[in-house]
Structures are given as C-alpha cells and as structure tokens.
C-alpha cells in the first residue's frame, strides 16, 4: 500500500473529469491517488439541464456534502429537500439518496467519504 503524500491544491489549476451523460465534471482531489484509504474529497459541479443523479448508497461510507455554489435537489430515504449555497449535509453510511441540479446554473458541491478506499463501494438502488 502507497504511504500517503503532501499535497497542495488549487480549485482554479485541478484537473477536471467529465460524468457520464453531460452530469458535468468531477475534480478529485483526496483518494488512493495520495495513498490514504481513509478519506475521499471531491467537487462535483453539476451542469444546469444534466442528468439526474442516481439513488444508491454506500455500504460502510458515511457521506458528507457542503455546497460551494447555487441549488439543486437531494433525496434522502424518498423524502425530497432543496439544498442550495452553505448547507452542510451528513449521510450516514446505508442510507439511499441521490443528488441532482434542477436549476439553471452550475451547483457546485464537495463531497467527502469516510472511509473510502478499499472501505468505499456505490451501491445502485434503481
């Protein structure tokens, strides 16, 4: 297993990859890639108009959103909230949800798991 490394990251510099389906992009910043299986950071940025986002959950994972910018929509257990810029939200590991921008402009959310790793999974519930 990689010993974990020091890093120092830039949002504007990061690299960006594309989610399926014009969802929009991904910028991964704290995974296996360092060499920690304990904490996974991301910033999902959600095109206005992309597709939905899909029920599931994580068996072992907790689950933690901050939203850095504009509003979408997040279903937890069939029940439906607005989440929009500052809301901090808490997923415990089991727990079905899904995530998805319903307004017209980009909705910028990081997501953190604890664990991830080998300790992550992304179980589908559709």
């Avoid at 890093?7 to 704290?30: C, N, Q, W, Y």
């Avoid at 920690?36 to 999902?44: G, R, Y």
């Avoid at 995530?99 to 080998?118: D, K, Q, R, V």
């Amino acid at each position: 297993m990689m010993k974990p490394v020091f890093k120092l990251m830039s949002l504007a510099t990061h690299p960006v990859d594309r989610m399926d389906g014009g969802r929009g992009e991904k910028l991964k910043f704290i995974n296996t890639t360092l060499g920690t299986h304990n904490v996974d950071v991301h910033l999902n940025r959600l095109a206005p108009g992309g597709a939905p986002g899909k029920v599931h959950h994580h068996t072992k994972a907790d689950n933690v959103y901050i939203v850095k910018r504009g509003e979408g929509t997040l279903t937890v257990e069939g029940e439906t909230y607005l989440v929009h810029e500052d809301d901090v939200i808490f997923i415990p590991a089991g727990m079905k949800h899904s995530l998805s921008n319903l307004g017209n402009t980009m909705f910028e959310i990081f997501e953190i798991y604890a664990p991830a790793g080998e300790h992550f999974d992304f179980v589908l519930d559709e």
